[in-house]
């Protein structure tokens, strides 16, 4: 089903969005021109379910799982196929990008981290407060709190992962963008100023919107970690799926999220809407604009 070496240096030219989302090494290439995902047990349940929701035509479609020597893998469709050599975003989604189970289990055994107190200095000096200062290490929902205010996840709900542009230009470096001109900045540079291109993006954004806003599987899960991959060529094809479902976990009976409401440590409310509501005014704008 692998083929080799020849394979993998293909399979990077190919599917350069899988390192553009740090996903290397939980890849490989199926039969039928389908991509195999490493087997993640939340991902299996949200795609099985999703084939049946109104949400089935803006995710990858699913195969079931492939087994390839001791690895189990979920088998989807390549959204890249019909593309060629296509400009690439990962726009990761929701005003968070932790599960509220993580930061709890993080506060069961608290520790002192030098490491994240030494990863917080090196991207914010002031950070610290004069207690962790004098410790010399922070604890790990601290840490995990403090870099989502770094990126636009806390200003707008979303931030862009990682542009790969059609002339193999990759740009990862958006851990600092964080306010509405540096994102619309980021949103120029990967369209290229193609009006087309852009409109075609709001479209599908908005009626992904209205989707969403109608789909029972959405309605009652918790969508954390979650992208939007943007993918256009020099064609003027343009599409968005929604990508990334490991993390996406469903609520006790009877609960549900409107996706919108400002999270507080126990409503589960992840921002999605919110971020996708923003990220339709910034390109609405663009659209708007004399220069489109």
């Known amino acids: 089903m692998v083929h080799g070496s020849p394979f993998v240096v293909s399979f990077k030219k190919h599917y350069p969005w899988v390192q553009l989302a740090g996903h290397a090494g939980s890849f490989q290439a199926g039969e039928n021109g ?15 379910q999703l084939m049946g929701d109104p949400l089935r035509p803006f995710v990858p479609g699913y ?34 990008t932790y599960l509220e189970e993580e930061l709890v289990k993080a506060r069961e055994r608290p520790k002192l981290r030098r490491d994240m107190y030494e990863k ?18 922070i604890l790990k929902p601290r840490y995990m709190q403090w870099r989502e205010t770094l990126s636009s996840t806390a200003t707008l709900g979303f931030r862009i992962e990682g542009i790969k542009k059609a ?13 509405h001109e540096q994102v619309k900045k980021a949103l120029e540079d990967f369209v290229n100023g193609n009006s087309e291109i852009l409109r075609s993006y709001c479209k ?7 989707v969403l806003e109608v789909s029972e599987f959405f309605r009652t899960h918790e969508v954390v970690g979650s992208s939007l991959l943007f993918v256009h060529d020099a064609s003027g094809q343009a599409q968005v799926w929604m990508i990334d479902f490991g993390k996406t976990v469903p609520l006790q009976p009877h609960h549900t999220l409107d996706h919108r409401t400002p999270w507080v440590e126990g409503n589960r409310e992840d921002g999605y809407l919110w971020g996708l509501d923003n990220l339709i005014e910034i390109l609405g704008a663009m659209l708007a604009s004399p220069q489109s």
């Open 204 to 210: 599908r954004l908005e009626e992904l919107r209205r």
């Open 63 to 96: 195969h079931g799982v492939v087994r390839v020597g001791e690895q189990d893998y979920n088998a989807m469709d390549d959204l890249l196929a019909s593309f060629d050599s296509p400009s690439i975003m990962d726009c990761k989604m929701g005003s968070r």
């Open 120 to 137: 917080m200095v090196a991207v914010e000096p002031d950070a610290p407060s004069p207690q962790e200062r004098q410790q010399q290490a």
């Open 34 to 48: 389908r991509l195999l995902k490493k087997y993640c047990e939340y991902e299996k349940q949200c795609l099985t």
């Open 167 to 179: 002339d193999g230009t990759c740009n990862t470096n958006f851990k600092r963008t964080k306010h």
